[in-house]
C-alpha cells in the first residue's frame, strides 16, 4: 500500500493483491461505487454495492476497519475516497486500477456466463 497527500488527508491506495489478501483475512470492507449494471455484470465477491451516483459517506459502515473503495478504473473510487476524507472520515483507501487491475492480476470474480446469463465465479480468461 502506499499514500498519496491530498487536500483533506492521506489516501491509501491498495493494488488488487494486496485488497484481495486483506479481504481474504477480514480485514477490510471493499465498497463498489460503479454502477448496478457494472455490478450485476461482474463483481468482486464480498464487495458492497454503493453507487456513485448514490454516494453518501453517512451511509457506509463504521465498522472499525479500513473501507477500500473500487470502480472499473480506480478513477471514480479514488474521487470517492477523496469525498469522504473531505467530509470526515479516516481509514479511507481505493483500489489502484479497479476492476480492470483486479482482473489483469488474475485474481477471482464473479462473472456472467456468456452461455446462461448467470453469475459464474471466474479469472482473467475463464
Known amino acids: 500500500m502506499r499514500t498519496q497527500k491530498i487536500e483533506n488527508g492521506t489516501l491509501e491506495v491498495w493494488t488488487p493483491d494486496e485488497v484481495a489478501k486483506a ?19 461482474e463483481r468482486i465477491a464480498g464487495a458492497m454495492l454503493l453507487p456513485m ?4 459517506a453517512a451511509f457506509l459502515p463504521d465498522a472499525g476497519k479500513p473501507l477500500v473503495l473500487h470502480c472499473g478504473s480506480g478513477i471514480r473510487s479514488a474521487r470517492m475516497a477523496e ?3 473531505a ?7 481505493h483500489m489502484e486500477g ?3 487491475a483486479w ?24
Not at 479481504?23 to 455484470?41: F, I, K, N, W
Not at 451516483?53 to 453518501?56: C, R, T
Not at 467530509?87 to 483507501?93: D, F, L, P, S
Open 83 to 85: 469525498s469522504m476524507l
Open 103 to 126: 482482473k489483469q492480476a488474475g485474481l477471482t470474480y464473479v462473472g456472467t456466463d456468456p452461455a446462461t446469463g448467470a453469475p459464474k465465479r471466474m479469472t482473467s480468461g475463464s
Open 87 to 93: 467530509a470526515g472520515r479516516e481509514k479511507v483507501a
Open 23 to 41: 479481504m481474504s483475512e477480514g480485514r477490510v470492507v471493499l465498497v463498489d461505487v460503479r454502477t448496478p449494471q457494472e455490478y450485476a455484470h
Open 98 to 100: 479497479g476492476m480492470n
Open 53 to 56: 451516483q448514490d454516494f453518501d
